[in-house]
């Protein structure tokens, strides 16, 4: 049964990285929002680190493990934002260990002069690996797996805009600019059906604060992804409640695959630490007991400034 799953898993990961969303999923990206959009970089108005590791699919054999490090904060002039990502993803016999600097340039606009305008871009590499000699066929001489395996380096762009204050926030990501070929003669700019390679992602996210009382705050918010053309859209619906500025309580939906259950403390002003669960609800909950994600997060004030997060609401 676990060589089973195992070459199901893998035949899953390949058609994912046909015709799937690609980047490594995670639900806790309202704590690190680098992880989906550049133009994230500096929204907390100081130096930030966030790390994040993900165990998906819990007891299913070659289930994927991401793990991930991100750092931003804003420069000297206030206007311009540096980010650096580090990500690892582990999908059965393939892997993928990216690293990406992220800029971005901001502006105050609106009546008040309240509202963040922030433009980013990426550029970065990934290196990406598939064992499959490695996968257990029910045909041991099959073509298509043997002396296939794959090494390699592969560019990256992407660009995104973020909007924020501290009652709203809402994003554009295209963090998957370029169409790298993943088997075969390289190319950046592979456009057939039938091979495997990267293709363009579009991601946008939203999200409003509405304040409950002195003490609680709600701030329901979504995440759309959408590879045009080649996939079908995938939503996660979220809802947080924020109590006395420490305690976060989070739940959501994710369309068709999991309900997924969240809560974060500060420990102390700096330090945030995070927990997240997800109880699958697609046809793999007969072979998993769910997914585990767990999230650091320290915040080195700049002097006359507050921590704060996605859309300045200081909650994030």
């Known amino acids: 049964m676990r060589k089973i799953l195992l070459f199901i898993l893998c035949i899953t990961s390949t058609v994912t990285l046909v015709i799937g969303q690609q980047e490594a999923q995670t639900s806790m990206y309202l704590y690190n929002g680098l992880y989906l959009n550049p133009a994230y970089a500096g929204s907390r108005d100081d130096l930030n680190a966030t790390i994040m590791y993900r165990d998906q699919w819990v007891k299913i054999p070659g289930a994927p493990t991401t793990a991930s490090v991100g750092i931003s904060s804003p420069l000297n002039n206030d206007k311009l934002a540096l980010g650096l990502l580090y990500s690892y993803d582990q999908i059965g016999v393939t892997k993928t260990n990216s690293a990406e600097v992220d800029f971005a340039y901001r ?3 609106g009546h008040k002069k309240d509202i963040h305008l922030s433009f980013g871009i990426s550029a970065g590499f990934q290196n990406y690996s598939a064992n499959l000699s490695g996968v257990a066929t029910t045909q041991p001489d099959d073509p298509s797996f043997l002396d296939n395996n794959q090494n390699r380096w592969l560019p990256n762009v992407g660009a995104g ?7 709203f926030f809402a994003g554009v990501s295209a963090p998957y600019i370029l169409a790298n070929r993943l088997n075969g003669p390289a190319s950046v700019f592979a456009t057939s059906t039938t091979i495997a390679r990267q293709y363009q992602n579009l991601l946008v996210t939203g999200g409003y604060n509405f304040e409950l009382g002195k003490k609680v705050h709600f701030v329901p918010s979504v995440l759309l992804k959408y590879i045009p053309k080649y996939a079908p859209l995938t939503l996660d619906f979220n809802a ?29 002003k700096q330090i945030k ?8 609800v697609s046809p793999l909950s007969k072979f998993t007991t769910g997914t585990h994600e767990v999230m650091a997060s320290f915040d080195t004030w700049f002097k006359d400034k507050k921590a704060v997060g996605p859309a300045q609401m200081k909650y994030f």
């Open 107 to 109: 502006i105050l606009v």
């Open 240 to 268: 947080m409640f924020v109590f006395i500025d420490r305690v976060w309580l989070g739940a959501s939906y994710r369309l068709n695959d999991s309900y997924n259950f969240s809560l974060a403390v500060n420990l102390t």
């Open 161 to 167: 805009f973020y909007a924020y204050n501290n009652k």
């Open 273 to 280: 630490i995070g927990y997240c669960y997800d109880l699958t």
